[in-house]
């Protein structure tokens, strides 16, 4: 299995950036995607962004042209790239892996994002 560790989130402001790091470790020869989903609360988990091996990204409607997704393949780690925040980015970000349509890692912890108006 892939456990994955995520980090950096923080407090800013509508309109200012930050970036998240999702270290994976474990059996991560087996990864084909990786992917960052998020909570708000009383909402549903909802996929973000993914990137594939073959260097393939897809984004939520709700994040494309502000959220960017990249790999360091020889790092084992993922980030997110958010700029131009708002206030409903506000949620618990969380990475996970897949092969094919699986999902193959354990939930993590998440990294709170708050984006204030």
């Known amino acids: 299995q892939v456990q994955l560790v995520e980090s950096g989130g923080g407090l800013v402001q509508a309109g200012g950036s930050l970036r998240l790091s999702c270290v994976a470790s474990g059996s991560i020869f087996s990864i084909n995607t990786m992917d960052w989903y998020r909570q708000a609360p009383g909402k549903q988990r909802e996929l973000v962004a993914s990137?594939?091996?073959?260097?393939?990204?897809m984004y939520a409607d709700s994040v494309k042209g502000r959220f960017t997704i990249s790999r360091d393949n020889a790092k084992s780690t993922v980030y997110l790239q958010m700029n131009s925040l708002k206030p409903e980015d506000t949620a618990i970000y969380y990475c996970n892996a897949r092969r094919g349509s699986s999902i193959i890692g354990s939930w993590g912890q998440g990294t709170q994002v708050t984006v204030s108006s």
């Open positions: 990137f594939t091996n073959y260097g393939g990204r």
